[in-house]
C-alpha cells in the first residue's frame, strides 16, 4: 500500500525566511506521480505541481521550488523569501500509475504541514 | 467558472439523521472523488467514480454511499448520521488523461451532533 509521509505538523517562521517542508513516500509500484496541494484559511485546496516517478529534475517557479529524490523517496517543497500569503496547510500527495487502468489517479495524501508566516 | 460546486457549504446533524451532499462540476471530467478531511489525517478517499453509472470505494467507505447518474453530479449520502462523520468533506473531479491534476470544490463542513 502506497504511503505519504509529511513529519512536520506545523511551521512557524517569520517574512523572507527560507523554509523547506518535507514530503517522503512508500510505494511498491515503479511508475507513479507525486503532487503538492495548498489550502489557504479559506479552504480551497490548490494544485501546486505533479512530477512523475521518471522525471528527477528539480522544479523552480517563482520563489517555490521542488527537490524529488527517488534515491530517498522525497519530494520536498521550499518556499524562498516567505510571505505573509504563503501561510497555508500544504498537502503533499502520491498517485499510482495507471499503465494497468486500475488506479484511476485516486491520491494518497500525507497528513499536512501548517505553515505560518509572521509579518 | 464555476469548476467544481458543492453544496450545501454548511450543515449540522443529529446523530442519526440523513442527508446527501451535492457535487456537481462543469467541465465534463469523467473522473469523480469524494475525501474527507481530519485534523492531523490529511484527506482520505470515502468513493470515487470513473464515469456516469460506475462506482467504487475508496479507503473509508463505511457509512457512506454514492451514486454518479448523470455525468457533471456526484451524490455522497449518509444515511444514518453520526458524529464519527463530523468532518469537512471535498469532492473533485478531473479528466481521464492520465495523473491529471483534481479539481477540488471549496468542501462542505458537516457537524454530527
Known amino acids: 500500500a502506497q504511503k505519504v509521509t509529511q513529519a512536520q505538523t506545523e511551521i512557524s517562521v517569520v517574512e523572507k525566511e527560507d523554509v523547506t517542508l518535507d514530503c517522503v513516500y512508500e510505494?511498491?509500484?515503479?511508475?507513479?506521480?507525486l503532487f503538492w496541494y495548498k489550502q489557504p484559511p479559506s479552504g480551497e485546496l490548490v494544485f501546486l505541481i505533479r512530477r512523475n516517478s521518471f522525471d528527477e529534475q528539480n522544479e523552480i517557479s517563482g520563489r517555490y521550488s521542488w527537490n524529488f529524490q527517488k534515491s530517498t523517496s522525497s519530494f520536498n517543497f521550499t518556499i524562498t523569501a516567505s510571505q505573509v500569503v504563503d501561510s497555508a496547510v500544504y498537502f503533499c500527495?502520491?498517485?499510482?500509475?495507471?499503465?494497468?487502468?486500475?488506479?484511476?489517479?485516486?491520491?494518497?495524501f500525507g497528513q499536512g504541514t501548517i505553515l505560518t508566516v509572521h509579518p | 467558472n464555476a469548476g467544481v460546486t458543492q453544496t450545501p457549504k454548511f450543515r449540522v446533524l443529529k446523530t442519526g439523521q440523513s442527508m446527501t451532499l451535492l457535487c456537481a462540476q462543469d467541465?465534463?471530467?469523467?473522473?469523480m472523488y469524494w475525501y474527507r478531511q481530519d485534523p492531523g489525517m490529511g484527506l482520505r478517499l470515502i468513493h470515487y467514480s470513473v464515469g456516469e453509472g460506475t462506482t467504487a470505494k475508496g479507503e473509508v467507505p463505511d457509512g457512506y454511499n454514492v451514486s454518479r447518474l448523470k455525468k457533471q453530479n456526484f451524490l455522497l449520502g449518509l444515511e444514518s448520521a453520526a458524529p464519527s462523520q463530523t468532518s469537512v468533506y471535498f469532492c473533485?473531479?478531473?479528466?481521464?488523461?492520465?495523473?491529471?491534476?483534481?479539481?477540488f470544490g471549496n468542501g462542505t463542513r458537516l457537524t454530527v451532533t
Open positions: 510505494t511498491r509500484d515503479t511508475t507513479y506521480y
Open positions: 473533485a473531479s478531473r479528466v481521464a488523461l492520465r495523473n491529471s491534476p483534481l479539481h
Open positions: 500527495a502520491l498517485s499510482e500509475g495507471e499503465a494497468g487502468g486500475t488506479s484511476y489517479g485516486k491520491l494518497t
Open positions: 467541465m465534463n471530467h469523467e473522473y
